[in-house]
């Protein structure tokens, strides 16, 4: 581990480095005044000493995976969390069997208090269902808007399993057809509670962008999802240009969207949309072994069919994806200034900025970097503790683990199975 004096400089030379390279990421701002914080107490969480964490988990629109930042309960239940937040967004809160989801700004301190009994034991009918939850600080409306609207939205696990049958069955006009009715019904549901209930305007616009735009996430997917559920894996569809004509009605180029995950999950489905529809032309690139050439035709591609704060997505997340997956911070000094003036938002900015800082630590000093400490773990890790506890306090008792992800289709379709097979070995 490096002494304090010694990280100092190192950190100085380094960001020294790093300013005079040809990239051209400027530093950093300061990201006090986007600070937020959200803390709370969990009401009889005395009576599940196992489930001693609670995480929230944000839709990073550079990355394909979530942030997941997790806090430790105290002996009273007390939690807090402290993290950067560039713009407004929903996000969610985890904890035992329930996801529910908050909305925070940047800057927001919000205090949230529930009862561990509606968490661990959550209502059969509609797990959306959450009467404990209370909140106070900033953006309480917003969140009591939700808290109190998603249960109408969210479908019945029997509603839940006919849409996926319909991914599986349909054809892609049926199920386009299907899929558009889906979202006239639930429109109306949002509007009879907003004449019912007076929401405030962010609700307003956060939901009618939920609506459609996971709407038009489904209706991308359906080309890879129709696959995997009839069990082709790795299959795509090749689908009619008319399919396609559903995207009109969903603004590609829409910054204030970015309020609502199901915007970040779209663009996500569109972008490999996109790479498809360039496939021929980066398969013969592909084939040469030449990574530059072959980012060359993606950005070049992206650039001709997408603009604003959507380009800046897309742009962002390739460009992550070149230092996060490949490595290649020399192909990244290339490149990025051709594109440095389309990425204007500080958040892409400084999250390409903190991976390329982490990955040239890593090509500077490898044993210092983060993925060689991954790599060479003590041997006694987290897992070490708790697996063996879990069969100690269980011996002789079937133990079933289950690992899933919140955004995982087939993961949550699991989760009813999971808990019947709990039931039965109860």
């Known amino acids: ?51 001693y964490t609670i995480k929230i988990i944000i839709n990073d629109f550079t990355r394909s995976t979530q942030r997941t930042h997790v806090s430790y309960l105290d002996e009273n239940g007390n939690f807090i969390f402290d993290f950067v937040k560039y713009f407004p967004q929903d996000i969610y809160l985890k904890y035992g069997k329930l996801l529910t989801t908050l909305f925070v700004h940047p800057g927001d301190s919000l205090y949230i208090q529930f009862d561990a ?19 106070s600080g900033d953006a309480v409306q917003i969140n009591q ?18 849409k996926e049958e319909k991914y599986k069955t349909l054809a892609p006009s049926d199920f386009k057809s299907y899929m558009l009715s889906r979202r006239g019904k639930r429109i109306g549901i949002l509007e009879n ?27 991308l997917r359906y080309r890879w999802y129709n696959p995997f559920l009839n069990k082709r894996k790795g299959e795509k569809l090749d689908l009619p240009d008319d399919y396609y004509n559903f995207i009109d009605r969903f603004q590609l180029d829409n910054k204030p969207a970015s309020m609502c995950s199901s915007y970040k999950h ?42 604003g704060f959507a380009l800046e997505v897309m742009l962002s997340h390739e460009f992550y994806s070149l230092l996060d997956y490949y490595k ?17 938002h500080r958040y892409f900015k400084n ?14 000093n490898p044993e210092k970097s983060y993925y060689y400490q991954q790599r060479n773990l003590p041997i006694e890790t987290t897992k070490d503790y708790i697996f063996p506890s879990i069969i100690k306090k269980h011996k002789g008792k079937v133990i079933y683990i289950d690992f899933w992800a919140t955004w995982c289709g087939p993961c949550l379709i699991e989760i009813p199975f999971s808990l019947k097979l709990q039931n039965e070995f109860k």
């Open 1 to 51: 581990m490096l002494k304090p004096k010694k990280y100092i400089a190192s950190f100085i030379l380094l960001t020294f480095f790093f300013s005079s390279i040809s990239c051209n990421i400027k530093n950093s701002i300061s990201d006090f005044d986007d600070r937020v914080i959200i803390a709370g107490t969990i009401l009889n969480s005395e009576k599940y000493p196992d489930n």
């Open 117 to 135: 009994d509606e968490f661990m034991n959550p209502n059969p009918a509609n797990r959306r269902i959450v009467k404990s939850l209370k909140f």
């Open 145 to 162: 808007d939700l808290s109190s609207f998603l249960p109408h939205l969210y479908e019945t696990y029997s509603i839940f399993m006919e």
């Open 193 to 219: 509670f907003i004449n019912e209930n007076k929401p405030c305007k962010t609700f307003i616009e956060l939901a009618n962008y939920k609506l459609n735009y996971e709407c038009g996430m489904e209706l």
């Open 266 to 307: 779209y663009l996500h489905e569109y972008h490999n949309y996109l790479r498809d529809k360039a496939k021929d032309e980066r398969q013969e690139v592909i084939a040469t072994k030449d990574k530059l050439l072959e980012y060359k035709v993606v950005l070049n591609h992206l650039e001709k069919n997408v603009q």
């Open 328 to 344: 290649r911070t020399d192909i990244f000094d290339e490149l990025y200034p051709i594109y440095d003036k389309k990425i204007t």
């Open 351 to 364: 999250t390409l900025n903190e991976k390329y800082i982490e990955i040239k630590l890593h090509e500077k």
